[in-house]
């Protein structure tokens, strides 16, 4: 057998597993992150005082409702990650959320501000798998093991279909 379809081969081997791996890791990320999102809403919700005292120590505009904006984004995020329902749009809504967070604390601002210069403080502070998470979910989807593919593939098909 000659080297080059030899290699076509097991390079399309590795193609086909990484594809059934990709859901398979999309839904790990899902409902891990997806947890902590609501976890870390919940917390925030619970401990609304601390929270906005905090907020307020920041000088954020209308620290009390920025504190249930944020708990509710974190909550409601974390569920639809958690189902992997409407990922996309939760995805942009939690990214920049996690933005936020950056920048709205000077020691993680001055992280995220010298990222190219030393990345390890980025990818160490507190929001960076928040936001990594995030990011994938609106890049990638949330893979075939959600409702989000089960939408698309027995309700918003035959629409779709009806366009083209």
């Not at 933005?99 to 601002?109: E, G, I, N, P």
């Not at 995220?112 to 990818?123: E, V």
């Not at 995030?134 to 593919?149: R, T």
């Amino acid at each position: 057998m000659k080297l080059m379809p030899l290699l076509a081969r097991l390079y399309n081997i590795l193609v086909v597993v990484g594809n059934y791996f990709q859901s398979l890791l999309l839904l790990v990320f899902r409902l891990y992150w997806g947890w902590q999102f609501l976890i870390t809403g919940q917390g925030k919700f619970t401990g609304h005082a601390k929270v906005v005292e905090f907020f307020t120590s920041l000088n954020l505009p209308f620290p009390d409702l920025t504190a249930w904006f944020v708990s509710c984004v974190e909550m409601f995020g974390g569920v639809f990650l958690l189902l992997g329902l409407f990922s996309r749009p939760w995805g942009v809504v939690l990214t920049i959320n996690m933005l936020v967070a950056y920048l709205s604390v000077d020691d993680d601002r001055a992280k995220l501000l010298s990222i190219f210069k030393d990345p390890t403080p980025f990818l160490q502070a507190d929001p960076f798998f928040f936001m990594l998470t995030a990011l994938l979910l609106f890049a990638f989807g949330p893979g075939k093991i959600s409702a989000d593919y089960l939408l698309g593939r027995f309700v918003f098909n035959k629409y779709l279909k009806k366009e083209e």
